[in-house]
């Protein structure tokens, strides 16, 4: 099994759940906060599972981006409230938001983000 797929929490054969292009744009950011929220629960599981150097600022990464993923989805959550053009404005952030922390979890943590 690779490591990204047991960060994940994926078996080999096991299938990934992917947004399809129908789905509106609030939709598909909740899928992929969601998404983050699972990925970074694995994450935490093997990084406390392990000893080695370095741990604790890992641990702190990862409880840093729990608290962006939060504020994320927490700003969706405004977004979907407001009108238009306020709505578009907050759910562009909040989707450039998810954005980075894909990149960060991408970079930091050595995963594959599909």
Do not use: W, Y
Request: aromatic content about 2%.
């Amino acid at each position: 099994m690779r490591l990204d797929r047991a960060v994940a929490g994926h078996a080999e054969g096991e299938p990934r759940v992917h947004s399809k292009a129908t789905h509106a744009p609030q939709t598909e950011l909740d899928i992929r906060i969601a998404n983050l929220v699972k990925l970074l629960e694995s994450i935490c599981s093997v990084l406390g599972q392990e000893s080695f150097t370095g741990q604790p600022q890992a641990l702190d990464l990862a409880d840093d981006l729990r608290l962006k993923i939060k504020a994320t989805e927490n700003m969706s959550r405004v977004g979907k409230s407001l009108n238009e053009p306020m709505r578009s404005c907050v759910l562009q952030n909040a989707s450039a938001s998810v954005n980075d922390i894909e990149t960060v979890i991408a970079a930091r943590f050595g995963v594959v983000m599909v």
